[in-house]
Each structure stands twice: as C-alpha cells, then as structure tokens.
C-alpha cells in the first residue's frame, strides 16, 4: 500500500511531516491536523474542504500549497448570485463583434456557416478560474468563501468536482489532465450541502495555539521582537474566550503586532493596548467591551 502511494505521489512530499516541512519554508505554519489532511487531499486527488472562523489561514494554506507544488493557483472569489458562466467561461462578444466587422469588411460573410463558426473560436473565449484551472494542468483550484455562494452554483459546483469535466459547446470538451488539487473554504455563514462535503476531505481550522500563534508572529513580523509578539498571541488568546461578536484570527493579531511595533512598541502596555484596539477589533461593541474590562483581563494569563 506504502508503495502505490509513493508511485502516485513522485515529486510530491512523502508524507504529512514532509509536508507540514515544505509549507513551513513558504512561511505557512500549519498543525499537524491540518498537514495531514491537506497531504490526504494532495495524494488521494481528494478536494479539501477548509472550515474556520475568518483570518485563520484557510486562503493562505491553498497559496502555500500551490507554491510548494510549484502548481499555478486559480481563485474562484464565490458571492451571491454567482453564476456558472462567471466561474467557468464567456464568450468575448466585444472581440466577436470586431471579429464579424473586419471579416464583412473582407467579404469574408459570403459564407455564414463558415463565419459563425469562425466566431466561436479559442480565441474568443474567456476563462474564468474553474476552466483556467482545468485547462493549466496540474493546478491548485481556490474555491473561496463556498458559503457565499447559493444553492444553485453549489449544485453546479457537485458536478464540476466529480468529474473535472467542462464541456463547451461550441468547441468540445475540456478534461484536466490531472485532476487540480481543489480546495475549498467556508466561513460557516451558512452549512454547505453534505453532497458536496461528501466529495472532500473536511478540516475545521481552529485559532492557532498560543505557541504557534507566537511561532506564526515571528516569521511573518521578524521585525516584532518576540516579548511583543508573545504578549500579543497572549492578549489576541485572551480576547478570543470573551465571547466577542468578531473574535480576533491571525490576520488581526499580525496588525496588532504591526500598528504596536510601529508605534516604536516594544512590549504591551494597557494604554498603548487600549490604543491600538481598531487593529484587532473590528466592532464598535467589542471595543466598547474590552475598554470596560480591568487591564489584566487582556494581558494577564
Ligand atoms: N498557519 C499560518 N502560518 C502562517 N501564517 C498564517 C497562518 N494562518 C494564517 N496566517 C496568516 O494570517 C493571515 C490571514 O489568513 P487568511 O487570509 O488565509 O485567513 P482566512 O481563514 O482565509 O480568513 P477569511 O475567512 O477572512 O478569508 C494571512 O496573512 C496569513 O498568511
Ligand atoms: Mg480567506
């Protein structure tokens, strides 16, 4: 079994440490959970289903990935009322239209078989992600923010994932030679259908622990001196357990660290804390909140 799964992955890291290894030379630090579940996705040609709260590294994990595999990265940004030509192709009619002028011109209409043929050419198509990613194989496929999207593009999207397939019409059909590592991710503002999650290997991305955070700080902001980063990771790991209406992710605790250190900081003190809050809260009743609580119930712990 070892075997068959060395033979499929050549070229790729050997095992979920190997990979974990690889990701944290792009500066990405993931735990061991979600190593292992994006290794499982990468070699059983499985799309990962990332589910978390906002700003703890779901979109930066799939850039990690394609940088890693050295795969070129295709993003579908998923929004409401998102629909399949806008995530696969359309035609370019400005271009077609230019087309049809310069061929009348040339008397080129006589033939409007031909002519109609001519218009529906490669040339006159424009990728979206979904196609681009099959087209540029092997890729990474970033479906992001899935939640966003209704139930109609989720429904298209089965289809798509099952058998990255892509038919046009008008020029045939388009397979990925290899299959693009998919990963999807979810902020949870709405459950994603189980058909869909039954297709992909799930991974709930959870805060960062204290020592990672830290770990996270470091090599993002080598220029924040570690007691600022650790009184940081303590400060944003505090505000997580205050039941807050946006709970800080990482994303925030690095603007933190950043608006603190270019304030000349070089520890956290309440005031410049109380000041510097816009950069990890981003609600008027949580900073409200926090404001209102003693000193040590952000630093403390
Ligand atoms: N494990 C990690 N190692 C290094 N950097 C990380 C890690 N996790 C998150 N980051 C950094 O934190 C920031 C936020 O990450 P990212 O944008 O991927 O979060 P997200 O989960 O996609 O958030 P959202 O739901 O708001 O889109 C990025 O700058 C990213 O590089
Ligand atoms: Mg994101």
Known sequence: MLHLVSQTTSGLPADPDALAA?????????????????YLALVMHRPLFLEGEAGVGKTALAHALAQITGRPIYRLQCYEGLEASQALYD???????????????????????????????RRFLLARPLLQA??????????????????EFEAFLLEVLSDFTISIPELGTVRAETPPLVVLTSNRTREVHDALKRRCLYHW???PDFDREVAILRRRLPEVTE???RQVARATANLRTLDLLKPPGIAEAMDWATALHTLGARELDPDLAARTLGAVLKYRE???????????ALTGG
Not at 24 to 29: A, F, K, N
Not at 95 to 121: F, V
């Open 205 to 207: 991305l959870a805060h």
């Open 286 to 296: 949580d900073t409200e909140r926090v404001r209102g609580l003693p000193a040590e």
């Open 134 to 151: 099959l087209e540029d194989s092997p890729s990474v496929l970033l479906i992001d923010e899935v939640d966003r999207a209704d139930d």
């Open 22 to 38: 690889a990701l944290e030379g792009t500066g990405y630090l993931p735990d061991q959970g979600l190593a292992t579940a994006a």
């Open 91 to 121: 035609w370019d009619f400005g271009r077609q239209l230019l087309h049809l002028r310069a061929a009348e011109a040339a008397h080129a209409a006589d033939d409007p078989a031909r002519l109609e043929a001519s218009l529906y050419d």
């Open 227 to 229: 007691q600022l980063a």
